[in-house]
């Protein structure tokens, strides 16, 4: 994973719980580098996985809750470090192009990347269905940064997902 993802949840941690709790969370994750990361890095997804397990056991929120809350956070920041990737100015039209625009560039400024992908199979005005695929499975993550990104574009949405094996069903509509 790309090291922003964990300097940003840090900072994320120390706004919202406050940097004594972010100092336990990461002496409890036991990791590789005593939590010293860099934005262009990149390290093993398995260290973000502890840091989450450790998060969750100290602020008592589930998993799952912590990645929305994280992956709304995120959005802000990755339009912020990375504008000229966004070139939509509608919520459905945006989210489309995360697959085949977005990621694509962001491949190709970080071929190592670790990327999901999203298999549009329907789209009209006011609704969007795409398979979510990963083997991350950091499908509430996705929830967040979709919620991130209809509160920057100012678009309510509706995000319905349903786990089906390897992939999950997410239906987007405008509400
Ligand atoms: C609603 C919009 C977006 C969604 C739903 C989304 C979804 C995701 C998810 C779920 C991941 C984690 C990897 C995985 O699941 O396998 C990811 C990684 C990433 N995304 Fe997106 N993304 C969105 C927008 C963006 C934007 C706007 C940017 C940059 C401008 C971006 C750049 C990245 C980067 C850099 C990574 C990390 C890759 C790595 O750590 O190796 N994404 N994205």
């Given at each position: 994973m790309k090291g922003m993802l964990f300097t940003e949840l840090f900072e994320l941690i120390k706004k919202k719980f406050g940097e004594n709790l972010l100092d336990d969370v990461i002496d409890d994750s036991k990791l590789a580098n005593d939590g010293?990361?860099?934005?262009i890095g990149s390290y093993e997804f398995d260290e973000l996985v502890r840091i989450l397990v450790s998060l969750s056991k100290h602020t008592n929120i589930q998993i799952p809750d912590l990645l929305e809350l994280y992956g709304e956070y995120l959005f802000d920041k990755l339009i912020k470090i990375l504008p000229q990737f966004n070139t939509s100015t509608d919520i459905l039209d945006f989210i489309e192009k995360v697959e085949t625009h977005i990621h694509v560039e962001v491949r190709k400024l970080y071929p190592t990347a670790e990327l999901p992908s999203f298999d549009i199979i329907y789209k009209d005005d006011s609704t969007l269905e795409f398979f979510y695929v990963s083997s991350r499975k950091l499908h509430y993550l996705a929830k967040g940064l979709l919620l991130g990104a209809s509160k920057y574009f100012n678009e309510p949405i509706s995000i319905d997902m349903n786990e089906d094996n390897e992939r999950v069903l997410f239906k987007i509509k405008r509400i």
């Open positions: 010293a990361y860099t934005a």
